[in-house]
């Protein structure tokens, strides 16, 4: 169904209900916290806003996928307010993370809804796992991706190539927290910083496959913290892989990712 989020009533500072569930918002960077009658949930209070402004007319996924559910909050949230017909989510971490708390509240939760399938231990690259899910749970293809889980490009990109082709024609990819490498300091951005190239790279090669007019990509639409990539027409088969629908490299396209990397190996670390 096409969301509501009038729905989602902000009760007290990081406390809301969406219908019948509440849920506390987690601070960034603070140790996993237990909501006494609700949900953990570890997103930027923003990020309601921006889905909110961004939601195109009449979009109303009944399969999706989210990658990155922390205590699984978030879950439960997009659960409440799309009512989708089947929401897989999955989170690297085992699910003693969450706390026998957080736990068994999950777990009663999903027990009450049948579409709902969480995955534990389960890394966003997992090119095996990541196949099961879609295969099972989604043999006629997604319309709404969520990826919130490692924000590093190597993964992020992993999960974009094995996800995407099953992604049908205008459904929605969301890369959320993309640009990282540029923002103020926060917890946790110095990790982000030794991981590798910055997730903003991601977001550039997106777009240059959007211009090229091949219908893989039919919109990136950047808001904020949040890129949405627009699922187009073009048939992808398995094995799909970015680098194949970007154009050839030219010398000064090649000398400018170099400094943009040597400026995030070295400038950044004072070198």
Known sequence: ?????????????????????????????AELETASDGFVIY?????????????PAKFAPSEMLELGIWAGGSAVFWNELLCPKRLGALDIKKPEFLGTDNLARLEAYQ???????????T?????VALGRILDEDFPAGIDFVIDDAS??????????????????????YVIEDWPWDVADPFPGQEYLLRSGPP??????????????D?????????????????????????GFSIADYLPNPKLKDVRRVARRFLSHFCGRRGW
């Open 123 to 127: 890394s966003q690259a997992d090119a």
């Open 199 to 212: 997730l903003s790279l991601l977001i550039t090669d997106l777009a240059l496959i959007t211009g090229r």
């Open 214 to 238: 091949k219908n893989v990509i039919d919109a990136v639409e950047v808001i904020r913290t949040l890129t949405f990539i627009q699922r187009g027409s073009a048939a992808l088969k398995p």
């Open 43 to 55: 997103k930027e209070p923003k990020h309601f806003e921006i889905y909110s402004s961004w939601w």
């Open 111 to 121: 027990k009450r809804q049948p579409g709902l399938r969480l995955y534990w231990s």
């Open 1 to 29: 169904m096409t969301p509501d989020f009038s729905q989602l009533v902000w009760t007290a500072p990081g406390t809301f209900r969406v219908g019948s569930e509440l849920f506390k918002v987690q601070s960034l960077g």
């Open 151 to 172: 924000h590093l490009y190597g993964l992020s990109r992993s999960s974009f190539e094995i996800i995407f082709p099953r992604v049908r024609a205008g459904g929605w």
